[in-house]
């Protein structure tokens, strides 16, 4: 081999670490060296910077092809090294080839960090790359991120397993009734308390409400006769339970003449565990101004109405989005 064709140190240095780079984590060689030669001209500057300021090992190598891009470095001088020709494009050829880097192909992934998601929440930009960096919501517990980056990813929000229990029997619809109950309907509350709403019908001067508990059905409660379309009990439900309720319309004499659903049990509610409460509430202190992020919170404890208020207001505010409308068609498609 002649002194011209020999490889010095630092080239051979360069060689080694490109090789040894974990898989996909990192950008592929050819663009660090276009970086390098074309700086901000490069097509992939934008994409491939937003990857290199969080990349400690692609900054360093960046570095290095600058360094030696402006015939700076330990290296042969660019005119006589055969790494760089006369032309800028054989440039980057010469040094792929002359470090065998062509041989390894498919051991980088092409721009980790292209943005593959964006929303504008919590008052500022959230964004998701294609290497699952996610930015612009700080403070996730490791959990949390992993939840909110799949449905940055997908579109979509997995059902949580405790709806199962809370959806109504096949056959045995709401609208069957002769008039309509409200909420709380297929979800979970985080009120010991909630409010219950319907649709007075017809004929009907009050109602009265039967809230049973499906695990204890000693704890049941039965109201007044009420004038108002919505009632909150006095005393406060069992944390963890799951109870179903139906509405009696009541005409002037005090007689019955409909109720909703028709069939009890058809409407069915959970109140939320302390313990979840406890893991919301600390949530809701840091990452209140994130609808995005309740919104995946709220789906992934079942509490749909919750969920679908965060995600209407993420729609109000991101009204283009593909993303945002798909979110919050997720979260309504799971009372069904």
């Known amino acids: 081999m002649s002194s011209e064709d020999e490889i010095t140190p630092f080239e051979a240095e360069i060689g080694r670490r490109l090789t040894a780079l974990p898989r996909g984590k990192h950008l592929p060689p050819s663009e660090l060296v276009v970086l390098a030669a074309e700086g901000a001209r490069s097509p992939q500057y934008e994409a491939g910077m937003e990857h290199i300021v969080t990349c400690a090992e692609c900054r360093a190598l960046l ?10 470095s330990g290296a042969r001088p660019m005119q006589s090294s055969p790494f760089f020709g006369v032309q800028r494009r054989w440039v980057m050829a010469g040094s792929l080839a002359a470090l065998g880097i062509l041989l390894l192909v498919g051991r980088f992934v092409i721009a980790p960090a292209r943005t593959v998601a964006t929303l504008q929440d919590a008052g500022g930009t959230v964004r998701l790359t294609a290497g699952e960096t996610l930015s612009g919501l700080p403070n996730l517990e490791p959990a949390q991120k992993t939840l909110i980056v799949a ?14 229990d809370l959806r109504a029997p096949t056959g045995s619809g709401l609208q069957a009734a002769a008039f309509t109950v409200t909420g709380p309907v297929a ?6 308390q909630p409010e219950f709403t319907w649709k007075m019908p017809a004929g009907a001067v009050a109602c009265r409400i039967l809230v049973d508990n499906l695990t204890d059905p000693q704890k049941s409660v039965k109201s007044k006769p009420i004038k108002e379309e919505h009632w909150k009990p006095k005393k406060p439900l069992l944390p963890g339970q799951t109870y179903r309720w139906q509405v009696l319309a009541l005409d002037k004499t005090g007689k019955e003449i ?9 409407a069915r509610f959970k109140v939320l565990e302390k313990a979840s409460a406890a893991v919301l509430e600390r949530a809701q202190t840091t990452l209140g101004r994130s609808h995005l992020a309740m919104g995946v919170l709220y789906t992934q404890a079942g509490m ?9 207001a993420l729609n109000r505010t991101n009204e283009n989005s593909d993303l945002a409308r798909n979110l919050l068609e997720s ?3 799971m009372r069904s």
């Open 151 to 164: 449905a940055l990813r997908t579109g979509h929000l997995p059902t949580p397993a405790v709806l199962a």
């Open 63 to 72: 570095r290095q092809f600058q360094e030696m891009e402006r015939g700076q």
């Open 187 to 192: 979800t979970v509350v985080a009120s010991a």
């Open 304 to 312: 749909l109405d919750d969920a679908e208020r965060e995600f209407q």
């Open 331 to 333: 979260v309504r498609a």
């Open 258 to 266: 409909a109720r909703a659903p028709q069939v009890m049990g058809t």
